[in-house]
C-alpha cells in the first residue's frame, strides 16, 4: 500500500499533468522531482485508480471497425479503443473496454480462467464498482519469482476475486519448468492438477497475447533465453498465449519448448466456453493475427491501430475460424 506521503505526491502530480496540461518536465520541476520519477508516479496513479482516463470516442469511428474485425475472424465481439501514443494509457483504455466486457459476460456461479501480464492485470485495476458476482477466479499458467506480483496470476486472480466477491484459486507452480521431466512430475501433484483441471473447466477465459520477440515477458522472466527466442522464430512462432506459441497461420509451433510450460495449454483453452484476449501494445499485429487464426480467441480487445494493422497483414481472403460457445451475448 503506498503510504500517505506516495499518495499525496501522486494526487498532486496527475493534478498537474491531467487537469492543468502540464508537461512531465514541468512536473517535475514544480514537485522537486526527477522526470522518471514522474513517470512512475503517473503510472501508479493510474494502478492506484487516483487517476481514470476514459476516451468516448464516436460510435461511427470504431464500430465499424470492430464490425470487419469480428466478422474476418468469427469473433463474438471486437472491442477497440482509441489509440494514444503513452503505453500506459493505451493500456488503461485498452483494459477499460475488456474490463466492461468482462462486467457484461460475469454470471453467478462461474469459472474464470485468468492468465498473466501487464494487459490481464490492467482489466483487473479498471474494474472500480462492479456488482457481486460468486464466481471463481483460477489462474491458468503458474508464476514465476522474476514476474512482479501484479502481473502474476494468483495476484490478478485475487485482486479479481476482491472486485467481484467471488474466490480466488492460485497456481502453486512455476510458468516453465526448466525440463519436460521437471514439468511432468509438478503435473503430477494433485493440487497443480487440480487447478489446471479447473481452470480447463472453465467458463470464460481472459488472456494477454505474448509476441515471440527477445523483449517478450518470458525472455524477461528469465524463462527463455534470448537464444531461444531466435529458435522459436526461425519455427515460424510469432506469439504465444498461455505459452501455447503458434505461427502467423495460427499453427502449433515450437516443440520442445512449449512441453516446459505449466499451463491448461491450447487444447484446454479451446474448450473453454469464451476466451477474452486482451493487447494493447503497438507492434503486435503479427501476435494478434496468430492469435486470431489459431481458433482460440472469442473476444479480443485491443487499440484501434492495431485492428487496422491485423486487417492489413490478412489481406483480403476469407477467414476461416468460427466459433459458438456457451456464452450469450
Same mark, same amino acid.
Given at each position: 500500500?503506498?503510504?500517505?506521503?506516495?499518495?499525496?505526491?501522486?494526487?498532486?502530480?496527475?493534478?498537474? *499533468? *491531467?487537469?492543468?496540461?502540464?508537461?512531465?518536465?514541468?512536473?517535475?520541476?514544480?514537485?522537486? %522531482?526527477?522526470?522518471?520519477?514522474?513517470?512512475?508516479?503517473?503510472?501508479? @496513479?493510474?494502478?492506484?485508480?487516483?487517476?481514470?482516463?476514459?476516451?468516448?470516442?464516436?460510435?461511427?469511428?470504431?464500430?465499424? +471497425?470492430?464490425?470487419?474485425?469480428?466478422?474476418?475472424?468469427?469473433?463474438? *465481439?471486437?472491442?477497440?479503443?482509441?489509440?494514444?501514443?503513452?503505453?500506459?494509457?493505451?493500456?488503461?483504455?485498452?483494459?477499460?473496454?475488456?474490463?466492461?466486457?468482462?462486467?457484461?459476460? %460475469?454470471? /453467478?456461479?462461474?469459472?474464470?480462467?485468468?492468465?498473466?501480464?501487464?494487459?490481464?492485470? !490492467?482489466?483487473?485495476?479498471?474494474?472500480?464498482?462492479?456488482?457481486?458476482?460468486?464466481?471463481?477466479?483460477?489462474? !491458468?499458467?503458474?508464476?514465476?519469482?522474476?514476474?512482479?506480483?501484479?502481473?502474476?496470476?494468483?495476484?490478478?486472480?485475487? $485482486?479479481?476475486?476482491?472486485?467481484?466477491?467471488?474466490?480466488?484459486? #492460485?497456481?502453486? @507452480?512455476?510458468?516453465?519448468?526448466?525440463?519436460?521431466?521437471?514439468?511432468?512430475?509438478?503435473?503430477?501433484?494433485?493440487?497443480?492438477?487440480?487447478?489446471?483441471?479447473?481452470?480447463?473447466? #472453465?467458463?470464460?477465459?481472459?488472456?494477454?497475447?505474448?509476441?515471440?520477440?527477445?523483449?517478450?515477458?518470458? =525472455?524477461?522472466?528469465?524463462?527463455?533465453?534470448? @537464444?531461444?527466442?531466435? $529458435?522459436?522464430?526461425?519455427?515460424?512462432?510469432?506469439?504465444?498465449?498461455?505459452?501455447?506459441?503458434?505461427?502467423?497461420?495460427?499453427?502449433?509451433?515450437?516443440?520442445?519448448?512449449?512441453?516446459? =510450460?505449466?499451463?491448461?495449454?491450447?487444447?484446454?483453452?479451446? $474448450?473453454?466456453?469464451?476466451?477474452? #484476449?486482451?493487447?494493447?501494445?503497438?507492434?503486435?499485429?503479427?501476435?494478434?493475427?496468430? #492469435? +486470431?487464426?489459431?481458433?482460440? =480467441?472469442?473476444? %479480443?480487445?485491443?487499440? =484501434?491501430? /492495431?485492428?487496422?494493422?491485423?486487417?492489413?497483414? @490478412?489481406?483480403?481472403?476469407?477467414?476461416? /475460424?468460427?466459433?459458438?460457445?456457451?456464452?450469450?451475448?
Amino acid at each position: 500500500m503506498p503510504t500517505d506521503r506516495e499518495m499525496e505526491l501522486m494526487t498532486r502530480a496527475a493534478a498537474l *499533468y *491531467y487537469l492543468e496540461d502540464v508537461t512531465q518536465a514541468e512536473v517535475a520541476a514544480r514537485l522537486g %522531482l526527477s522526470r522518471v520519477k514522474v513517470g512512475r508516479l503517473l503510472k501508479r @496513479a493510474r494502478a492506484e485508480g487516483i487517476v481514470e482516463i476514459r476516451v468516448h470516442a464516436p460510435p461511427a469511428i470504431t464500430e465499424r +471497425l470492430e464490425q470487419e474485425v469480428a466478422r474476418r475472424f468469427g469473433l463474438r *465481439y471486437a472491442l477497440l479503443a482509441s489509440d494514444h501514443a503513452d503505453e500506459g494509457v493505451q493500456r488503461d483504455l485498452v483494459a477499460q473496454r475488456a474490463a466492461d466486457m468482462l462486467v457484461r459476460l %460475469l454470471r /453467478n456461479g462461474m469459472t474464470v480462467a485468468v492468465g498473466m501480464g501487464r494487459n490481464v492485470s !490492467a482489466v483487473a485495476s479498471a474494474i472500480r464498482e462492479a456488482p457481486a458476482r460468486r464466481c471463481t477466479f483460477v489462474a !491458468a499458467i503458474g508464476g514465476s519469482p522474476a514476474m512482479a506480483r501484479s502481473v502474476d496470476p494468483a495476484d490478478i486472480c485475487r $485482486r479479481l476475486a476482491e472486485r467481484f466477491g467471488g474466490d480466488a484459486v #492460485a497456481l502453486f @507452480a512455476p510458468a516453465y519448468a526448466e525440463t519436460p521431466q521437471v514439468r511432468e512430475a509438478f503435473l503430477r501433484h494433485e493440487d497443480v492438477r487440480g487447478t489446471l483441471e479447473k481452470a480447463a473447466r #472453465a467458463d470464460l477465459a481472459v488472456v494477454g497475447i505474448g509476441d515471440a520477440e527477445d523483449g517478450s515477458a518470458v =525472455v524477461r522472466m528469465g524463462c527463455f533465453s534470448q @537464444a531461444d527466442m531466435a $529458435r522459436m522464430r526461425r519455427t515460424g512462432a510469432v506469439g504465444d498465449i498461455l505459452g501455447f506459441f503458434f505461427d502467423l497461420e495460427g499453427r502449433p509451433v515450437a516443440e520442445g519448448m512449449t512441453d516446459r =510450460v505449466i499451463s491448461v495449454g491450447a487444447e484446454g483453452l479451446a $474448450r473453454i466456453g469464451c476466451t477474452l #484476449a486482451v493487447v494493447s501494445e503497438a507492434g503486435k499485429a503479427r501476435a494478434i493475427l496468430g #492469435a +486470431l487464426r489459431s481458433g482460440v =480467441v472469442d473476444v %479480443l480487445a485491443t487499440s =484501434v491501430a /492495431n485492428a487496422r494493422e491485423v486487417l492489413r497483414l @490478412a489481406g483480403s481472403g476469407s477467414d476461416d /475460424n468460427e466459433r459458438t460457445g456457451g456464452i450469450p451475448a
